[in-house]
């Protein structure tokens, strides 16, 4: 082989190498994907990054995918809702664009435990915008968003004056206002930002969660 040819084609390899390692390497801004177990979370992880609604199950791993939000490349990663993964979205939360927070509108038991992890995640202080979405409201029996934020803030509030009370848990700040119902909105003196959508992933009604991503993609 001539060698000019040789060494152009070892620079074409080289430089096709350089660019695979520079995009593995390269980090776009994240939003992250959570919630309770069979909440739609996967499902609308494959909408967003496929553009399409898939047949799924429960992920055992998260599944990451960058997509273009209005000319902004975005990282979207979806967690399972075990608590094997809970530490790691933990790690991420604070340098996240926003959590998109999926519920099963027709699942009531799941409300306490979606209720624990949000207040967790309060107490953390990130991330600092998080949409609740009510899901599966196609559904004869679902819940509707209000009862849904009643419910969720109620067990809150309970674990509030739990946690309150508990003289060694030094560790997480306060959730809400002192001697003050747990609210929601509240959160926004410390900077938090708690959202609420309803929809139906099956009837592709994710307008709302498409506009939260492109809201906080521009800060």
């Known amino acids: 082989m ?27 801004p994240e939003v992250l994907i ?18 399409e609604m898939m047949n799924t ?10 997509i273009n939000v ?18 790691q979205l ?3 939360a604070p340098t996240c664009l926003g959590m998109i927070f999926m519920l099963d509108s027709t699942d009531k038991q799941s409300f306490k435990k979606a209720a624990e992890e949000l207040y967790e995640l309060m107490s953390l202080r990130y991330p600092k915008e998080i949409l609740i979405f009510c899901n599966k409201q196609d559904q004869p029996f679902a819940k509707k968003i209000l009862m849904i934020e009643s419910e969720l803030s109620t067990e809150i509030e309970r674990l509030k004056v739990v946690k309150e ?19 929601f909105s509240h959160m926004q003196d410390f900077n938090i930002k708690v959202e ?6 099956v009837k592709n009604d994710i307008q709302e969660i498409k506009s939260f991503i492109e809201r906080v993609s521009k800060a």
Request: no cysteine.
């Open 57 to 66: 199950v429960s992920s055992m791993k998260p599944n990451s995918a960058v």
């Open 70 to 87: 209005k000319d902004k490349m975005v990282s979207v990663i979806d967690y399972p809702g075990h608590h094997f993964y809970y530490q």
């Open 165 to 183: 009370n508990d003289i060694s848990d030094i560790k997480r700040e306060k959730v809400g206002k002192a001697n003050e119902r747990f609210e």
């Open 2 to 28: 001539d060698l000019w040819v040789f060494i152009g084609l070892a620079l074409i390899v080289v430089g096709f190498v350089y660019m695979l390692a520079k995009k593995k390497t390269l980090k776009y």
């Open 196 to 201: 609420f959508a309803e929809g139906s992933l």
């Open 90 to 92: 933990v790690s991420k």
């Open 34 to 51: 959570f919630g309770p177990v069979n909440s739609g979370k996967t499902r609308l992880f494959y909408m967003l990054s496929e553009g």
